[in-house]
């Protein structure tokens, strides 16, 4: 009675609550494209940026560091906004920071200002914690049997994203000198808004009553083991796809490679991001979540060997493009493992709270980047991803080991 009370509110037929499911997911996906493109001009150009306007090189990743640090920051609320007013009240909130970024980070190239810069990528990053919220949205929108492959569509949008984000540096970065990058903030900012306007867009039921109730502890659901297995996944996933592509573009420039290598790179890299999301879905229903996660995870540590190689192009590019592989296998994988554990009115404090640790830890290792890659080097980057990997591998096979016995019980 409540489902078809919430289809009727929100302008579905209660015999058909998923009758928007095509039209929500399609919206969702290209809003997916523009946003992702925004992330990726903040990664291709923020580390640039700050090693020019920082007072010290060892400051240079960290207007990356602060975006990450915006995603975490934003993940509670932004749930909170989408529990009590609904998904698409929190969507345009946060395309409407997508604005904001582009405005002030071109106003900080201009002025020179590295701390409003830094502001900027903060507001950067409360946008791409939103734009993360879509996956799941597109999991709301459609029934349990197709939920991982909704989720695995909207993420696919990002295939669009690898390509426009760094053309978009390629072709604006030069239009306003001598200020470099002013240009493509302003693109960025108007990118954002055409998303805010696709998203307008998106039919979504308002929360009912029920799911508006706080149902379990969020104590309880975060002990199931499944759950920290998800987590600690989805962490080392997005950990290490961070840690390594913020200092790629900076390593490359270290290594006297050209911008435009570096920009090449990591259109590919975020090609490689969502490229699989076409059947990654496809994949998790027919093998299940933990073993695409177990190959996210092994292409990670082939993207770090591979890096540990050379420094020539080729491996950079190399080691970007399987970086992106291993993080949609595992970080994808990882948001499946999220949806099997909590009911329908758990889903938005859950799903946040999934998001506020894997962000928050990304931006411990944002921060540590820059500072290993400014005093010890490419290599040692490397070489430590090795550690979280080692983590998550352990946590995978103790979960998988511990389901046959409490299938039993």
């Given amino acids: 009675m409540s489902q078809a009370k919430s289809a009727t509110a929100a302008g579905l037929s209660p015999a058909s609550p998923y009758q928007h499911e095509r039209g929500n997911v399609l919206r969702l996906a290209v809003a997916q494209a523009l946003a992702g493109a925004n992330s990726v001009v903040v990664y291709a150009t923020g580390a640039i940026v700050g090693h020019t306007l920082a007072p010290s090189p060892a400051l240079a990743t960290l207007p990356i560091s602060i975006f990450v640090v915006g995603m975490a920051a934003c993940t509670l609320p932004a749930g909170l906004i989408a529990q009590r007013h609904g998904r698409r009240a929190a969507f345009l909130t946060g395309t409407g920071c997508g604005v904001l970024v582009g405005l002030l980070a071109a106003l ?168 699989p999301s076409f059947f990654t879905g496809r994949l998790i229903t027919r093998f299940g979540a933990p073993r695409v996660v177990t190959a996210g995870l092994m292409l990670i540590a082939a993207s770090a060997a591979v890096g540990l190689t050379g420094v020539d192009v080729a491996h950079f590019w190399l080691t970007l493009i399987l970086l992106g592989l291993g993080w949609n296998f595992g970080f994808v994988g990882a948001s499946a493992l999220v949806l099997e554990c909590h009911r329908p009115e758990e889903r938005a404090r859950v799903q946040s709270f999934n998001d506020f640790v894997v962000f928050g830890t990304m931006a411990f290792g944002s921060f540590l980047s820059g500072g290993l890659l400014a005093s010890y080097g490419w290599d040692t980057v490397l070489w430590l991803s090795f550690v979280p990997l080692v983590v998550a591998i352990v946590a995978l096979t103790v979960a998988a080991a511990s389901r046959p016995s409490q299938a039993a019980g």
């Fill in 108 to 275: 900080a190239v201009v002025l020179g200002s590295f701390w409003l810069f830094c502001v900027a990528t903060f507001f950067g990053g409360v946008y791409a914690a939103v734009v993360l919220s879509f996956r799941f949205a597109a999991a709301d929108c459609a029934p349990p049997e197709r939920r991982a492959r909704a989720l695995s569509a909207v993420m696919a949008g990002g295939v669009f994203a690898g390509v426009l984000g760094p053309q978009l540096v390629t072709f604006t970065m030069h239009l306003w000198l001598p200020h470099l990058f002013a240009a493509t903030y302003l693109a960025q900012a108007a990118v954002a808004a055409l998303s805010a306007v696709i998203l307008l867009g998106v039919r979504l039921p308002r929360p009912t009553a029920a799911e508006t109730a706080r149902g379990r502890p969020l104590g309880v659901i975060a002990r199931q083991p499944r759950f920290i297995t998800a987590v600690i996944c989805g962490v080392v996933s997005y950990l290490l796809m961070n840690f390594l592509m913020t200092a790629a573009p900076l390593a490359m420039q270290m290594c006297g490679l050209p911008q435009e290598a570096s920009n090449l790179g990591l259109q590919w890299h975020v090609i490689a991001m969502y490229g």
